[in-house]
């Protein structure tokens, strides 16, 4: 997608080097930082300078890749394995990528794998934008489907949480790319964009994205969304997710499953966009994906921008109070209208989840 009218991928590869936008900087500076070791690609997932859980899966690849370059032997492939997968717990595609490069690389020999394993994280990188496109394809078809029912009665209004869109993949995203699918095809559209605290990636960087792309959005702190929807203001909602389920339950950002709560009470839409390596197929319920517990800070400060233009960090709470920072929660199948993925839209069921299983990624 484009940043000021160019082109650019979230990570991409330039000769033999990888670069990734450091979104710890957005939404005020496009930074732009090299991969340039395996220390850095751990380093970029961990501290969230790359986040999202394709973007995670493509830079786990791109990271073993670099190690591969490092030192190809066994035991670096080992421990470079190790070290990528221990960076974050929840988005599962990071277990899905870093376990194909492994399949690849094992059984090869070390002079072989530094350039198998780069092409491999190409292929990765390329795979994951074109299965997000057509997750935006298969979800443009709902969207036409809500347009339809509102018979032009103005713009159709998506509610998303957290940022899953194209820095949160390689490219197009998922719970977005149908939003950018729809304004190409002319659609009236427009956002409601959560902030999702504690790291407000809604405010930061999914009204960042939409606004690069002309998309018509508001930030809405996160606890307006049962409001909005219960005055008729949300026609649908779409979110992505970090782990769904073999049954159809979904992990995503915390607060997620507050807003499937609230569209159940009001009949609204609720969507989950998501390509099939986010699918764990090991595991039925939901309760059972580990869920990353992050830093206090998080929840006790805010960063943002100061009036001279600087990066900072402010206390919110009282100094001494504790404050406790799921990063994720589960939206339970039963609450889900419906599952978008590349290979089309499916029910979150045991049954829906099993018809893809053998076109899955
Ligand atoms: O903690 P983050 O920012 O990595 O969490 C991201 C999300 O929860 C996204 O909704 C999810 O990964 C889907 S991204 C296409």
Known sequence: MKIDGKNYRSIWQENDRIWIIDQTFLPHEVKITE??????ATFAIREMQVRGAPLIGATAAYGLAIAMRENASDTNLADAFDALLATRPTAVNLRWALERMRGLLANLPATERPAAAMTEAAKIANEDIAINEAIGNHGLEVIRTIVAAKK???????????NAGWIATVDWGTALAPIYKAIEAGIDLHVWVDETRPRNQGAAL??????AHGVPHHVIVDNAGGHLMQRGLVDLCI???DRTTAAGDVCNKIGTYLKAVAAKDNGIPFYVALPTPTIDWTIEDGLQIPIEQRAATEVTHVWGQGSDGSRQSVLVTPAKSPARND???VTPARLVTGLITEVGVIDASPTGLASIRKDAA
């Open 327 to 329: 990063a994720f929660d």
């Open 152 to 162: 032009d009665q103005g713009p159709i209004n998506i509610l998303t949480h957290c």
């Open 239 to 241: 979110v992505g997710t």
């Open 206 to 211: 999914t009204a960042w994205e939409l606004g």
């Open 35 to 40: 991969l340039q070791d395996l220390a850095a």
